[in-house]
T-cell receptor
Framework: AQTVTQSQPEMSVQEAETVTLSCTYDTSESDYYLFWYKQPPSRQMILVIR??????QNATENRFSVNFQKAAKSFSLKISDSQLGDAAMYFC????????????FGKGTSLLVTP | AAGVIQSPRHLIKEKRETATLKCYPIPRHDTVYWYQQGPGQDPQFLIS???????DKGSIPDRFSAQQFSDYHSELNMSSLELGDSALYFC????????????????FGAGSRLTVL
């Protein structure tokens, strides 16, 4: 089974600054997908960004971008110009491209944004 | 845009009772997933359905069962409830295949919070 590791239980960033959340994963597959989901205090799970493993180009969504290092099995999330509304739990998730379509989540990183 | 609808949003049950959670996926989404998130935990995959057939099975206890109906809504049935079943239960839906190729994205409902006393 694939494992997803988020080594930072908590992170803190000042408003307007940049923060990077780490994620590593373990897999023997070559075809897979990676995601970052955000869970604010409302507990709603919201997709932040996704990356297909076959794409070399790093995904970007406005202030959110990833650094996808396939050989190192690393998938970090960079949040630029942090806003108070970015405060949430962030989950990294893996999805196989070969069998099963469910997401396998990491333990999460709690992001605090300070004024 | 239509979202994934879950009901009830909150449910309180006694130990050994039975609970049923319902999920209405986004229209034209043919795959439904159930997740359980305990306090301070990451979401754990329970089970999924594609075109009304069980697609994948995760850490779903034998006391739980689920199905997907002809209108694609899904129900999670939980029997002989235990204190440890207290959690937030998410339903998510997705198309099996992304129309533009690439990763099919799971869209989550707001969750059903089950409290077992």
């Amino acid at each position: 089974a694939q494992t997803v590791t988020q080594s930072q239980p908590e992170m803190s960033v000042q408003e307007a600054e940049t923060v990077t959340l780490s994620c590593t994963y373990d897999t023997s597959e070559s075809d897979y997908y990676l995601f970052w989901y955000k869970q604010p205090p409302s507990r709603q799970m919201i997709l932040v960004i996704r990356q297909e493993a076959y794409k070399q180009q790093n995904a970007t969504e406005n202030r959110f971008s990833v650094n996808f290092q396939k050989a190192a099995k690393s998938f970090s999330l960079k949040i630029s110009d942090s806003q108070l509304g970015d405060a949430a739990m962030y989950f990294c998730a893996y999805r196989s491209g070969n069998s099963g379509y469910a997401l396998n989540f990491g333990k999460g990183t709690s992001l605090l944004v300070t004024p | 845009a239509a979202g994934v609808i879950q009901s009830p949003r909150h449910l309180i049950k006694e130990k050994r009772e039975t609970a049923t959670l319902k999920c209405y996926p986004i229209p034209r989404h043919d795959t439904v997933y159930w997740y359980q998130q305990g306090p301070g935990q990451d979401p754990q995959f329970l089970i999924s359905f594609y075109e009304k057939m069980q697609s994948d099975k995760g850490s779903i206890p034998d006391r739980f069962s689920a199905q997907q109906f002809s209108d694609y809504h899904s129900e999670l049935n939980m029997s002989s409830l235990e204190l440890g079943d207290s959690a937030l239960y998410f339903c998510a839906s997705s198309p099996r295949w992304s129309p533009e190729g690439g990763a099919n994205v799971l869209t989550f409902g707001a969750g059903s919070r089950l409290t077992v006393l």
